[in-house]
């Protein structure tokens, strides 16, 4: 139960800011895959990153569908008394978020991959992050 706990206070964290922005560099929110065209030079790796911004948007899109189901099955749950926390664990087994997770964070090293340190700290170096 832990390891599904602390993914979804994880995925709640990460979605929960302003409607789904990644300001914390995981995956591309869209202030950020807005300024890829100003900051990378490189036509070929900048069409690479637009992907991994793509693909990084598909997923929060997703995500954000399976975190809403997530919390009203929750929701639902609470008022019943004779949920335990198994009940719980398998709606959080059910609903795969520690692939999602995983997902990110591989997404997150893509897009790495793909920037320069530079073009790293222009892209992430002066976004606000919200408490």
Same mark, same amino acid.
């Given at each position: 139960?832990?390891? !599904?706990? +602390?993914?979804? +206070? +994880? ?7 302003? %409607? ?8 591309? !929110?869209?202030?950020?895959?807005? #300024? ?5 030079? =490189?036509? =070929?790796?900048?069409? /690479?990153?637009?992907?991994?911004? /793509? ?5 929060? *899109? ?15 749950? !609470? %008022?019943? /008394?004779?949920?335990?926390? *198994? ?6 087994? =059910?609903?795969?978020? =520690? *692939?999602?997770? !995983?997902?990110?964070?591989?997404? #997150? @090293? #893509? ?12 892209? @992430? ?7």
């Amino acid at each position: 139960m832990i390891i !599904s706990t +602390l993914t979804v +206070l +994880l995925v709640g964290a990460i979605w929960g800011t302003a %409607g789904g922005g990644l300001g914390i560099g995981i995956v591309p !929110s869209e202030e950020v895959a807005s #300024r890829i065209d100003e900051i990378v030079e =490189d036509e =070929d790796r900048r069409e /690479r990153i637009e992907v991994v911004a /793509r693909d990084g948007e598909s997923l929060r *899109a997703a995500t954000n569908v399976r975190f809403g189901e997530l919390m009203e099955r929750f929701g639902e749950m !609470s %008022g019943d /008394r004779e949920n335990d926390a *198994a009940d719980f664990e398998a709606v959080v087994a =059910d609903l795969d978020l =520690d *692939a999602r997770v !995983s997902q990110m964070v591989d997404l #997150r @090293f #893509r897009l790495k991959n793909e920037l320069t340190e530079d073009e790293w700290n222009r892209l @992430f170096g002066n976004l606000e992050i919200p408490e």
